[in-house]
């Protein structure tokens, strides 16, 4: 028996031992097991009721569940409530995302729940159940989205290989759409990309090299020049070259080497170009350029030529002519037959350099 004097140490100390939390269900920390369903458990502390803690511990079960899929929710989840022989019953279908597709999550169950007082509030638990058929058709969608994503990414390979960078970029966009932002992996049929994991990140360092290539590429400039005489080929100078190399390196943009084909300069001057010559590929722009001159006719000692030009800008990504522009026929004379030839094809440079460096900035 205790003396007198330590009765009331006894009681202070008896009086401030903290009570113990309240044991939670037997089915949070042991799940069921069916071959039917899944489960999944979540629980909450200290809410100020037990309805709050009832909901927080759904919450939590129903992120477990997303969690599990490998889901992001994209919006609140539609619950329905109903009493069928004197038992309630809550079920919910919930829109998530899955492997960058919608999908909604259906026949979700509140299979039970149980709120708890303890010293600091409320404690909720809650156990919801999900039909495995509805899992399995869930994945089965997610996977065949999976595979579609590593088919545009073999794609936007091939198109970068074959110098197509905007439509490499555009497969590579749909790719990483089709992936969205689960990082939950599902297998791929591929030895090199054997989950969607690799292949993302395969489609992120793909897609950095080809904006790097593409913006060096939009760069680079190639050159086409020809000289009509009375409407045929004629050798132009060289001195007419170098002003329209320089017009382009004016605009700050890099010259491609090489001499560009007298087909491919035809084709763009007439509105097309789609079907570029080879090494072409590997530039922003070409550039195609035409000088003529027409004889006029001679008049006592001197000669007389009309000069005039054009040029067009094909932009090789899209396509398309981007500029053109055209050097007015302007009379020329000179004594010489062959040099009212030359005079003329300088006074469409002249005209024509300008612009371009105008057009290309």
Same mark, same amino acid.
């Given at each position: 028996?205790?003396?007198?004097?330590?009765l009331?140490?006894?009681?202070?100390?008896?009086?401030?031992?903290?009570?113990?939390?309240?044991?939670?269900?037997?089915?949070?920390?042991?799940?069921?097991?069916?071959?039917?369903?899944?489960?999944?458990? &979540?629980?909450?502390?200290?809410?100020?009721?037990?309805?709050?803690?009832?909901?927080?511990?759904?919450?939590?079960?129903?992120?477990?569940?997303?969690?599990?899929?490998?889901?992001?929710?994209r919006?609140?989840?539609?619950?329905?409530?109903?009493? $069928?022989?004197?038992?309630?019953?809550?079920?919910?279908?919930?829109?998530?995302?899955?492997? &960058?597709?919608?999908?909604?999550?259906?026949?979700?169950?509140?299979?039970?729940?149980?709120?708890?007082?303890?010293?600091?509030?409320?404690?909720?638990?809650?156990?919801?159940?999900?039909?495995?058929?509805?899992?399995?058709?869930?994945?089965?969608?997610?996977?065949?989205?999976?595979?579609?994503?590593?088919?545009?990414?073999?794609?936007?390979e $091939?198109?970068?290989?074959?110098?197509?960078l905007?439509?490499?970029?555009e497969?590579?966009?749909?790719?990483?759409?089709?992936?969205?932002?689960?990082?939950?992996?599902?297998?791929?049929p591929?030895?090199?990309?054997?989950?969607?994991e690799?292949?993302?990140?395969?489609?992120?360092?793909?897609?950095?090299?080809?904006?790097?290539?593409?913006?060096?590429?939009?760069?680079?400039?190639?050159?086409?020049?020809?000289?009509?005489?009375?409407?045929?080929?004629?050798?132009?100078?060289?001195?007419?070259?170098?002003?329209?190399?320089?017009?382009?390196?004016?605009?700050?943009?890099?010259?491609?080497?090489?001499?560009?084909?007298?087909?491919?300069?035809?084709?763009?001057?007439?509105? &097309?170009?789609?079907?570029?010559?080879?090494?072409?590929?590997?530039?922003?722009?070409?550039?195609?350029?035409e000088?003529?001159?027409?004889t006029l006719?001679?008049?006592g000692?001197?000669f007389?030529?009309?000069?005039? &030009?054009?040029?067009?800008?094909?932009?090789?990504?899209?396509?398309?002519?981007?500029?053109?522009?055209?050097?007015?026929?302007?009379?020329?004379?000179?004594?010489?037959?062959? $040099?009212?030839?030359?005079?003329?094809?300088?006074?469409?440079?002249?005209?024509?350099?300008?612009?371009?460096?105008?057009a290309?900035?």
């Open positions: 028996m205790l003396p007198r004097s330590l009331p140490l006894c009681l202070v100390a008896c009086a401030a031992a903290p009570r113990p939390p309240p044991p939670a269900p037997a089915w949070f920390d042991k799940l069921p097991e069916s071959r039917e369903s899944l489960y999944f458990s &979540g629980s909450a502390s200290a809410a100020p009721s037990p309805e709050r803690a009832r909901e927080l511990a759904f919450q939590k079960a129903m992120s477990a569940l997303v969690t599990f899929v490998g889901a992001r929710v919006s609140d989840f539609n619950s329905f409530e109903r009493e $069928q022989n004197g038992v309630h019953e809550q079920s919910v279908d919930l829109v998530v995302e899955v492997a &960058g597709e919608e999908q909604t999550l259906r026949g979700v169950r509140l299979k039970d729940s149980a709120t708890l007082e303890s010293g600091a509030g409320w404690d909720g638990y809650a156990l919801i159940e999900w039909p495995k058929r509805e899992r399995e058709a869930v994945m089965a969608a997610a996977q065949a989205r999976a595979q579609r994503a590593l088919e545009l990414y073999r794609q936007a $091939q198109a970068r290989r074959s110098g197509d905007g439509s490499a970029l497969g590579l966009k749909n790719t990483l759409d089709l992936l969205g932002a689960s990082r939950a992996p599902l297998p791929l591929d030895p090199e990309l054997s989950s969607t690799t292949l993302r990140a395969a489609a992120l360092s793909l897609r950095d090299r080809v904006e790097s290539e593409r913006a060096a590429k939009k760069k680079r400039c190639a050159l086409g020049l020809r000289c009509l005489r009375d409407g045929a080929a004629s050798p132009c100078r060289s001195e007419h070259l170098a002003a329209f190399e320089g017009s382009i390196t004016e605009a700050g943009l890099a010259l491609a080497p090489g001499p560009i084909g007298a087909q491919s300069i035809a084709a763009i001057l007439e509105g &097309g170009g789609q079907s570029l010559g080879p090494g072409l590929e590997s530039v922003g722009c070409v550039v195609a350029v000088l003529s001159s027409e006719g001679k008049v000692p001197f007389y030529a009309r000069g005039s &030009g054009r040029l067009a800008i094909f932009d090789v990504e899209s396509r398309q002519i981007r500029k053109t522009a055209q050097a007015k026929p302007d009379k020329v004379g000179h004594i010489s037959e062959d $040099q009212v030839a030359e005079k003329g094809y300088q006074q469409a440079e002249k005209a024509l350099a300008p612009e371009l460096a105008r290309l900035r």
